[in-house]
């Protein structure tokens, strides 16, 4: 089965600096990636998606991130943090495993903070 | 706009009740999930239906059990709640195949188990 490996579980920034969390996955087929990200006391809301066009992937929010099928990864950035990103961001894989499509896969989360 | 509504936000059950969260969506998706989050360990599949009637279990099924009457509603139930079923409880749909990845939440549902 496919897995995602969310590298901190928790990041701090300061208001202006570089955003950047991690992802590795581990597929053994060319995996669909997902970054949702979920605001206090809300459900999730899809960030952005990698579905085998574009390797660097915009999403809302002025957020971005990169597949790099070398690295396994597909890490999440944004140049410049606001106030307003602090939220707990998840990466997921579709599972194609056991031959189900049906599956989406999550990582445990990272809580980003935001410091002023 | 999509709209995923869970019936309950917050729920105060005691040990061996039989619960009941509600789960409506609007936008005329097949597919439907709940999923069970908890501090530490992200999202975990508990049921999922990809149609009325059909029904397939998730990464930890055991305590639950799921129903889909109809299209745009899917129930999560716990037979017999245990404390360590207090947890946040995250609904979610989608119209296409999952691999495109555009699942819709609700808020959320919080069941706390005494």
């Known amino acids: 089965a496919q897995s995602v490996t969310q590298l901190g579980s928790h990041v701090s920034v300061s208001e202006g600096a570089l955003v950047l969390l991690r992802c590795n996955y581990s597929s053994s087929v060319p995996p669909y990636l997902f970054w949702y990200v979920q605001y206090p006391n809300q459900g999730l809301q899809l960030l952005l998606k990698y579905t085998s066009a574009a390797t660097l992937v915009k999403g809302i929010n002025g957020f971005e991130a990169e597949f790099k099928k070398s690295e396994t990864s597909f890490h999440l950035t944004k140049p410049s943090a606001h106030m307003s990103d602090a939220a707990e961001y998840f990466c997921a894989v579709s599972d194609f495993s056991g031959g189900s499509n049906y599956k989406l896969t999550f990582g445990k989360g990272t809580l980003l903070t935001v410091n002023p | 706009d999509v709209k995923v509504t869970q019936s309950s936000r917050y729920l105060v059950k005691r040990t061996g009740e039989k619960v009941f969260l509600e789960c409506v969506q609007d936008?005329?998706?097949?597919?439907m999930f709940w999923y069970r989050q908890d501090p530490g360990l992200g999202l975990r599949l508990i049921y999922f239906?990809?149609?009325?009637?059909?029904?397939e279990k998730g990464d930890i099924p055991e305590g639950y059990s799921v129903s889909r009457e109809k299209k745009e509603r899917f129930s999560l139930i716990l037979e017999s709640a245990s404390t360590n079923q207090t947890s946040m409880y995250l609904c979610?749909?989608?119209?296409?195949?999952?691999?495109?990845?555009?699942?819709?939440f609700g808020e959320g549902s919080r069941l706390t188990v005494l």
């Open positions: 239906s990809y149609d009325v009637k059909m029904k």
């Open positions: 979610a749909s989608t119209k296409h195949w999952v691999h495109t990845g555009e699942l819709f």
């Open positions: 936008m005329d998706h097949e597919n």
